[in-house]
């Protein structure tokens, strides 16, 4: 039975790389508000949940009051490969902040993903990191690959096409919840890298091929988040993305622009990589880091630092880390 279910699913995943088909054409995912200055929150997170009682009493102030309750929200989440947080989405801070969501008015919750090529189907790898059964009556659970898939332009340098999942232009608030990763091949692996999982798996070879960096960065050209929330409470801080030597850095950030939320968090895990003083090709300055430069180049934003808002420590002493 174990060897029919293996075959199936590959099978399965040969089908999906061998055809790319397409539904449509659809125009780029943009923001529905102007930002301006979009600060970054940054939470102190020693133990368990708490934190995101924090987060939804500065809800209004954090999200700008542009979020609407009606209408589908999706939950970009990271489920890359079946190896467990900080590799992939923690299945309890997935729980929390479904909860959190429900809690502020959101009623059409949905988490979705498309994984590595190495460990599709998605809907496996769900449930194997546990995410699956945590959000089971909080929420529907979209594997991109299961839909349909949509064609869209871009005005990228690298990128002049991608290849997006019909829950993209279905959902009318998109959140990015992504975790703290070195990544062996594109240097780290944030929020926008997280954006390679709306990508159509087929074309995920040549996104490989060369300027690995900038071509994840250009993914914001196609789909931008209406939110980031970073997990960093535990970070991989070498390797990645599939495991390395991890630190706990006990933070989450939260905010409107992923370009500064990822720069919030690249201080953060350069800061951990330089405390055993091993930063490896990790610039003091995040502006000498590929993914950030070329978005500065590309019109994302500007190479400044972001202001960071502390909002203090949170903790629930009853509560263990996952």
């Not at 939470?43 to 999200?63: C, P």
């Not at 490969?81 to 309890?92: N, V």
């Not at 990544?183 to 995920?204: N, Q, T, W």
């Not at 599939?242 to 690249?266: N, S």
């Amino acid at each position: 039975m174990r060897f029919l279910k293996a075959l199936r699913n590959r099978l399965r995943k040969r089908r999906l790389l061998a055809s790319r088909k397409v539904s449509g054409i659809r125009g780029p995912r943009r923001l529905r508000a102007t930002r301006g200055e979009s600060p970054v929150f940054r939470f102190e997170a020693y133990r368990g949940m708490g934190v995101f009682e924090s987060l939804s009493e500065n809800w209004d102030r954090i999200t700008d009051d542009v979020f609407k309750t009606g209408g589908r929200v999706l939950v970009k989440v990271n489920l890359n490969s079946s190896d467990p947080y900080p590799a992939s989405t923690c299945p309890r801070a997935m729980a929390a902040f479904l909860d959190l969501l429900k809690f502020r008015g959101f009623t059409d919750l949905a988490v979705g993903d498309c994984s590595g090529i190495r460990d599709l189907p998605t809907r496996k790898v769900a449930k194997e990191t546990g995410l699956l059964d945590a959000i089971e009556g909080k929420a529907e659970f979209f594997a991109f690959e299961e839909g349909r898939w949509f064609s869209v332009d871009i005005p990228g340098r690298y990128l002049k096409e991608v290849t997006l999942p019909e829950a993209v232009f279905e959902s009318n608030v998109i959140i990015s919840f992504a975790n703290i990763k070195s990544h062996a091949l594109a240097d780290f692996s944030l929020s926008m890298k997280l954006a390679v999982g709306f990508m159509h798996p087929a074309e995920r070879f040549a996104l490989h091929e060369d300027h690995l960096q900038e071509k994840c960065v250009e993914l914001s050209l196609a789909v931008m988040p209406d939110l980031v929330v970073i997990d960093g409470r535990t970070a991989m801080v070498t390797g990645g993305p599939y495991e390395g030597k991890t630190a706990d850095l006990a933070v989450f950030l939260v905010g409107r622009d992923p370009l500064c939320v990822d720069l919030a968090a690249y201080r953060e895990l350069e800061t951990a990589r330089r405390s055993p003083a091993d930063p490896g090709n990790f610039t003091r300055d995040p502006f000498g880091m590929r993914q950030f430069s070329h978005a500065v180049e590309i019109g994302l934003g500007q190479a400044v630092l972001p202001e960071i808002v502390h909002m203090g420590r949170h903790t629930m002493e009853e509560e263990k880390m996952p």
